[in-house]
């Protein structure tokens, strides 16, 4: 069972919209919640990390929120640009490190012009 | 500054050969790490080093080697290639083992 859940799985949103992708998980307890941004052919790319006692983080028009109660997390892209198409990816790490962290599948977002 | 660094870039085997993958990072971090992603499925550990001297399994460790050569480089090694190992190769590295992870440009692999 797959530990942490990402939706929609994919989407296409015109440039200069704003998206919100879905993270669940069910790993507990967790250290940190991670997103990345994975562009075709590269190497995923940290967005921001967030730990368990923090709500919101910014990274430029990235903007992660974190429901540690619910355990929720969500990535709201604003005023998307054609670089925002990538695969975006919810990574948490276990409170007790032992290098295994949970990935989530990535949600392919598509920006069109 | 490079990061991690990843050779080969792409790399076509038919199945039974061997092969070394390269990794590199130049952050003076502890940990190292190989994952394999395929599509449809997320990142999946194969073998990490905590610290120089020192390899673990991930989750899927069948029909890989790994060395942890120095500080800097963690090799991972196909002793006897399968299709099913046909994928895309990532390196990263950290500081610890909750800390942000750096990811490699990866190593696409077709085993044919």
């Known amino acids: 069972k797959n530990q942490v859940e990402q939706s929609p799985q994919s989407l296409i949103i015109l440039e200069g919209k704003n998206c919100t992708l879905q993270?669940?998980?069910?790993?507990?307890?967790?250290?940190?919640l991670r997103w990345y941004k994975q562009d075709t052919g590269r190497g995923p790319v940290s967005l921001t990390i967030?730990?368990?006692?923090?709500n919101t983080k910014s990274n430029g028009r990235y903007t992660a929120t974190l429901d540690a109660d619910t355990k929720q997390s969500s990535l709201h892209i604003t005023a998307s640009q054609l670089s925002d198409s990538a695969s975006y990816i919810c990574?948490?790490?276990?409170?007790?490190?032992?290098?295994?962290?949970?990935f989530g599948k990535g949600n392919q977002v598509v920006v069109i012009p | 500054n490079a990061g991690v660094t990843q050779t080969p870039k792409f790399q076509v085997l038919k199945t039974g050969q061997s092969m070394t993958l390269q990794c590199a990072q130049d952050m003076n971090h502890n940990s190292m790490y190989w994952y394999r992603q395929d599509p449809g499925m997320g990142l999946r550990l194969i073998y990490y080093s905590a610290s120089e001297g020192t390899t673990d399994k991930g989750e899927v460790p069948n029909g890989y080697n790994v060395s942890r050569l120095n500080k800097r480089e963690f090799s991972l090694r196909l002793e006897s290639a399968a299709p099913s190992q046909t994928s895309v190769y990532f390196c990263?590295?950290?500081?610890?083992?909750?800390?942000?992870?750096?990811f490699g440009q990866g190593t696409r692999l077709t085993v044919v």
């Open positions: 990263a590295s950290s500081v610890g083992p909750v800390t942000e992870a750096f």
């Open positions: 993270c669940n998980y069910t790993v507990s307890p967790f250290s940190n």
């Open positions: 990574v948490v790490s276990p409170y007790y490190g032992n290098n295994r962290l949970a």
């Open positions: 967030m730990t368990f006692s923090e």
